[in-house]
């Protein structure tokens, strides 16, 4: 009990004396904390504005196949959903984070002020990026960007991904999905967001829809080659049977039927494979998923600044902090000296 009473004392001593320093030294601690009070304002007073541009969407998902599919396998046509695993869901979340996604939102065009940018250009120039410094140009097909290009495009991406692109889903049962993303160009944050919901859209929705279309497509080659073995067939019945009209023996008629029946069979096939590509047509639309915005950022945005008064008080509560550690530190390191010195001084002695 006696050395915790004794350890108490010791440190309401140091304490004491600490604050005897502080006292000492107060008008240059207040002169620190007003000094870095004044800077914190003027800190606060320089940085722009953080314009915040909100999108809202909701994706519904829809499904029409599986009373056609039935029909079309007849034919070898798969009219399965064509959605791939990496597009199922709300897996479209995370196409809002995605590098290829952001370049290519960077890399379409907007008018600003009378001028037309590409995206990445405005970006550039409103981060004050020097063209004639660095040497990019963007107007150009993506496969002859040279290298200082491609890593310029990354390096914005990531700085897009990383700090100024975020997502929230406010009610987990509920499909409506947020993106914020924050830009110190008030015009450039609500046209990026929304550019970028449109590439999604377009590449969501063909990503889903391709099984689909290529089925579609194989049907038309089907009825194409249908037709023609048709136009075929049907010109050869009507040379056969001109050629053997006036024929008396039976079996000189049978290329004629056979030709008959041909068309015959040519006939109703060509009338169900046209019957299925219409249904495989409902079906695609059935099938495409619709992804409607809800909300879009409209100007003027909401925005974010520093406040001057509470960036300034913090300024000077740590300049004070730090000012008293300065001082407290070299009392210390003086008494601390001093001991050395008086130990050098018995052992010389």
């Not at 904390?33 to 915040?52: E, N, Q, R, S």
């Not at 979340?93 to 952001?102: A, R």
């Not at 053997?244 to 023996?249: D, T, Y």
Request: charged residues 30%.
């Amino acid at each position: 009990m006696k050395e915790k009473e004794i350890n108490f004392v010791s440190i309401y001593i140091t304490l004491l004396q600490y604050k005897t320093i502080a006292q000492k030294k107060w008008k240059q601690i207040i002169i620190c904390g007003l000094v870095a009070g004044i800077i914190g304002v003027a800190y606060a007073w320089t940085v722009p504005k953080t314009y915040i541009a909100k999108l809202t969407f909701a994706i519904e998902e829809k499904s029409g196949t599986s009373m056609y599919s039935s029909l079309a396998s007849q034919f070898g046509i798969d009219l399965s959903k064509g959605d791939g695993g990496a597009f199922k869901g709300e897996n479209i979340i995370e196409l809002f984070k995605s590098q290829s996604m952001i370049e290519r939102a960077l890399l379409t065009t907007y008018v600003f002020e009378g001028k037309e940018y590409l995206l990445i250009d405005r970006y550039l120039e409103v981060m004050k990026i020097d063209q004639e410094k660095v040497k990019y140009n963007f107007n150009k097909p993506r496969a002859s960007y040279t290298r200082a290009e491609d890593s310029l495009l990354q390096v914005v991406g990531d700085d897009i991904i990383k700090n100024r692109l975020e997502n929230e889903k406010p009610d987990k049962k509920l499909s409506f999905i947020e993106y914020r993303f924050r830009f110190t160009d008030e015009l450039f944050a609500k046209v990026f967001l929304e550019h970028l919901a449109q590439v999604i859209k377009d590449t969501y929705v063909l990503q889903k829809t391709k099984k689909m279309k290529a089925n579609i497509e194989l049907l038309e080659m089907r009825i194409d080659s249908v037709r023609n073995e048709l136009n075929t067939e049907m010109s050869g019945a009507a040379s056969a049977q001109d050629q053997n009209q006036n024929a008396a023996l039976a079996r000189v008629k049978i290329p004629v039927l056979k030709r008959q029946m041909n068309v015959q069979l040519l006939t109703s096939l060509y009338g169900e494979l046209t019957k299925n590509i219409e249904l495989s047509k409902m079906a695609l639309v059935k099938e495409e998923p619709l992804i409607e915005i809800i909300d879009t950022p409209t100007l003027p945005l909401k925005f974010e600044k520093k406040s001057r008064l509470m960036t300034g008080f913090l300024y000077g509560m740590v300049a004070v902090f730090l000012s008293i550690l300065y001082y407290v530190g070299k009392n210390l390191y003086a008494e601390f000296y001093k001991l050395v010195e008086e130990e050098k001084s018995k052992h010389e002695g």
